[in-house]
C-alpha cells in the first residue's frame, strides 16, 4: 500500500461506517467461485478504516481499504502480479464533464518508479466509493488489479481490456463479433 507521510497519518478516518448485516455479510453465493474460500477475509477487508472526509487541499490520500481489498484478491486471482508492488490511492472525484471514473492503473516508471519503489498505482474516486455497495467494491478493485500484468517482454505494462463495445449494440445485435462470443464462455 501506499507509504504515509506524517501528514497522511494525522487524517481522520473511519471505521467503515457500522455497515448493516445484509450488506457486508453477504452470501457466498454472491461471490465468484475463486474467491469461495475467502469470504471471511473479503469481510475483514471490507471492514478496514475509510476516510470520513476528504482532506482539504490534498489531490490523493492512502486508499487503505481498496488495498486491504486487494491483497486478498491477488494470491486466487492474479498470482502474476503476487511480486507486484502496488499503491491504492484515492482521489476526491474523477472524470471529466458528464463522465464519472470509478477507477485507473497506472504503471509507475522512470523517477516515479526509482523513487517510490512501486510499480503501479492504482487510484480510486472516492466520492464514488462511498456510494459503492460491497460487492461493487470488490469488483473495482477487481477490474483495476486486472489491468496489471506483464507484457511478453516480461517488464510490467497496463493490460487493456479484451473487450469492448457499446452496451445499446450489444442490446440490438447481441455478441457479434468473435470477441464478444469468446468473453462470454
Known sequence: MARKNRRQSDRKTAAAEPARAAD???????LPKV???HAE?????LATALLAEWPEGEEFAEAEQ?????????????NEIATAKIAYLFKEKMGSGERIDLGKAKRTSGL???????????????TAWKACTPIQR?????????HCGRGDDGQWT??????????????????WTSDLRMSWR
Open 112 to 126: 516515479l518508479a526509482h523513487l517510490t519503489a512501486y510499480d503501479f498505482v492504482l487510484v480510486f474516486n472516492w
Open 158 to 175: 497496463i493490460l487493456h481490456h479484451e473487450v469492448e463495445e457499446f452496451a445499446g449494440v450489444v442490446r440490438r445485435w447481441g455478441l
Open 138 to 146: 470488490l469488483a473495482l478493485v477487481d477490474h483495476e488489479l486486472a
Open 41 to 45: 477475509a473479503l469481510i475483514g477487508a
Open 24 to 30: 457486508v455479510a453477504f452470501s457466498i453465493r454472491n
Open 35 to 37: 474467491l469461495h474460500g
Open 66 to 78: 481498496a488495498g486491504a481489498i486487494g491483497d486478498v484478491l491477488i494470491p486466487p486471482i492474479y
